[in-house]
């Protein structure tokens, strides 16, 4: 009888991704564990582990980002590993340590690699002394130091938190007369959010592309690199929609950036899933960080691939080889995620955490919802507002954005206003559907606000609830009849 890889699996994380993690470990016939806060206790991904654990209050520093009660309560419950997820904990080089130290495996990077790409400035370095382009900047600067740095480097300048993420403190600075303010602004934001002060510079480029590609490591000395993600399409620099392969990068251009990532990710010492992540612009790219833990938008290179990035993570921590090899892996298609936040784009994204009193996700060919909700599910204010991820995968680019306009058209949602009307805008505008994308495609495109206008009074065919056009010409009738 094969043996199990784990017996057990505590998923240190909630919503969709530990309802992933969860589905992986089902097929692979190990037992889950699930952890909730409060705020989850009623939550689908606590229902759907095979136990679940009441870790703290609703607020993620009293639950999910406990770190010591997380591995006590795998110890205790019998878990042999922890899968972090993304978020919360999952990229502390703190957590495996304690893992370790329990006796339990990480299903992740070690924390050594962790602690070698924590930090940007080190990273690149990493990068730079292992032939990686980067783009020009600066060491640590200060008030003092940052003028010639900036000088040397050609305004505009990028000024960043060495220890940060999630474009948290980043900030273009134009001229030298903004670059002392720039400074202290961002030092205070990265030693609030971070507890680190460093700041740096680089140069900026004005219309980039964001390209990031997936490695995934083992600790036999074999590296994998399955291609490239298209993130451009980010606001206020997270991003809400990404697609693979890329409108712009050629076989060469992706042997090319697949080849550099896996040297950044052996400079670090990765083992397990990981992405690399660059800026693209005019057929060159340049190093911007490592993300040492799976992605949100993993499931569109899952789709192109067909490797299961979530099984290949278990099979790697369980100390076993990778299953393929670079010559195994074939992109076949086209892929598309699109982020479904409980946010307002009409009321410019203001998050909208309610009860979801229908749901209907959508179906048919080559259509995937990854969500950690349904109808009668709250939407928390606590945590992030991501509600659900719809994938799509067609045979080519044109079919692929045809099949997630007809996905997003029958996806129901009714209690929080949410991001699909504005997801059909973007897939609507001519300018995405050409290719022509850069990470300030959103801002250069405020029509799409008024396009989601239009889609948002859209009914489902699949919403058996009253048409909303009707409910909004019977309340004029009756106001009329009131003022009458």
Request: glycine share 8%; with cysteine.
């Amino acid at each position: 009888m094969k043996k199990k890889l784990f017996n057990k699996v505590l998923i240190a994380n909630r919503g969709e991704i530990a309802i992933r993690i969860m589905r992986a470990c089902s097929e692979l016939g190990i037992a889950t564990a699930a952890v909730y806060s409060d705020a989850d206790r009623n939550a689908i991904h606590v229902r759907y582990a095979g136990e679940a654990h009441h870790i703290g209050g609703a607020a993620p520093a009293e639950s999910y980002l406990q770190l010591e009660r997380i591995v006590k309560v795998a110890h205790d419950c019998g878990a042999d590993a922890i899968h972090p997820g993304y978020g919360f904990l999952a990229e502390k080089a703190a957590f495996p340590d304690a893992c370790a130290a329990a006796g339990i495996k990480f299903i992740g990077p070690p924390a050594s690699a962790m602690r070698a790409l924590s930090s940007k400035l080190a990273a690149r370095k990493l990068a730079a002394e292992h032939g990686v382009p980067v783009t020009p900047g600066s060491d640590a600067v200060d008030p003092s130091t940052a003028l010639d740095a900036a000088r040397k480097i050609g305004f505009p300048v990028m000024l960043k938190p060495s220890g940060g993420g999630g474009g948290i403190g980043m900030k273009v600075v134009e001229s030298e007369k903004e670059l002392a303010a720039a400074i202290e602004g961002t030092a205070q934001v990265a030693r609030s959010a971070f507890g680190d002060a460093t700041v740096y510079l680089e140069r900026y480029v004005r219309r980039p592309r964001h390209i990031e590609i997936q490695v995934i490591c083992d600790s036999h000395g074999n590296a994998v690199h399955l291609g490239e993600r298209e993130c451009s399409i980010q606001r206020r620099h997270q991003k809400i929609m990404e697609e693979t392969p890329s409108p712009a990068v050629t076989a060469d251009i992706r042997a090319a950036m697949g080849d550099a990532a896996i040297r950044a990710a052996k400079a670090a010492g990765y083992i397990n899933a990981g992405t690399v992540e660059f800026i693209f612009s005019d057929g060159q790219f340049y190093f911007l960080e490592v993300n040492a833990r799976l992605q949100v938008e993993h499931p569109i290179t899952e789709a192109v691939t067909g490797i299961d990035l979530v099984k290949e993570q278990i099979r790697i921590a369980a100390g076993l080889e990778l299953s393929f090899a670079q010559r195994d892996v074939e992109w076949k298609g086209h892929a598309i995620e699109m982020r479904i936040n409980a946010e307002d784009p009409l009321r410019k994204f203001i998050p909208n955490p309610r009860r979801i009193s229908r749901w209907v996700a959508p179906a048919g060919p080559g259509v995937r919802v990854d969500s950690g909700f349904g109808p009668g599910s709250d939407v928390p204010p606590n945590y992030d507002s991501l509600i659900a991820k719809l994938i799509v995968h067609g045979s080519d680019r044109a079919e692929t954005i045809a099949r997630a306009s007809r996905a997003l058209r029958e996806f129901v949602v009714i209690g929080p206003a949410t991001t699909i009307p504005y997801h059909r805008a973007i897939l609507d505008s001519p300018d995405f559907r050409s290719g022509n994308l850069s990470t300030r495609f959103i801002e250069e495109h405020p029509q799409l606000i008024e396009q989601a206008k239009k889609f948002a009074n859209d009914q489902s065919p699949f919403d058996y609830g009253p048409d909303p056009r009707h409910l909004a010409a019977a309340a004029a009738a009756v106001a009329t009849m009131v003022h009458r």
